[in-house]
């Protein structure tokens, strides 16, 4: 059984136990801005507070992109210190990153740049294809970085050598 919610920028679906996000902007390479970020936030709230829902798995639409960052059209007519009084991704931590206690993992296929390789790499991750032909997002060190975040700096790999 499959349900479907309704969003501006992402499409959220629900196949058994699984949640599926698509950030659904293609023509713009997925890339993030305010409304993505609302649009992601509730989304992860909805699927946190659903005991029926497991483990969620964020992706990019279309062939081009994961996600290729912020979006910059957004920010071009914001001073910055505008931009940092407003502190754009205080949402994504706030509410994303420190309350979703599930896990989620994040299906890569082409570009993650800026933010959309930070989004990639706050997900649950087992070096999957990190570095593949379709996959240009992060020089092995961020991605060292990341896993070191995650577990302590207690068996911290490169990326793409599995366990």
């Known amino acids: 059984m499959s349900t479907e919610s309704t969003y501006e920028?992402?499409?959220?679906?629900?196949?058994?136990?699984?949640?599926?996000?698509?950030?659904?902007?293609?023509?713009?390479?997925?890339?993030?801005?305010?409304?993505?970020?609302?649009?992601?936030?509730?989304?992860?709230g909805k699927f946190q507070a659903d005991s029926s829902q497991l483990c969620a798995v964020v992706t990019g639409a279309g062939d081009k992109a994961f996600a290729a960052g912020a979006d910059i059209k957004e920010m071009a007519d914001k001073a910055g210190a505008e931009f940092y009084e407003q502190d754009f991704f205080s949402g994504w931590t706030n509410q994303l990153v420190k309350v979703v206690r599930k896990p989620w993992i994040a299906a890569v296929h082409g570009f993650a740049l800026g933010g959309g390789c930070e989004v990639a790499m706050m997900a649950e991750t087992d070096g999957g294809t990190w570095g593949?032909?379709?996959?240009?997002?992060?020089?092995?060190?961020?991605?060292?970085?990341a896993l070191r975040r995650k577990d302590g700096?207690?068996?911290a790999r490169s990326a793409g050598q599995g366990r």
């Open 9 to 44: 920028t992402i499409l959220v679906e629900q196949k058994g136990a699984v949640t599926l996000i698509t950030l659904n902007r293609p023509q713009a390479l997925n890339a993030l801005n305010a409304q993505v970020l609302a649009d992601m936030i509730d989304a992860f």
């Open 153 to 155: 700096g207690k068996g």
């Open 132 to 145: 593949s032909k379709t996959t240009q997002s992060a020089p092995p060190c961020a991605t060292q970085t």
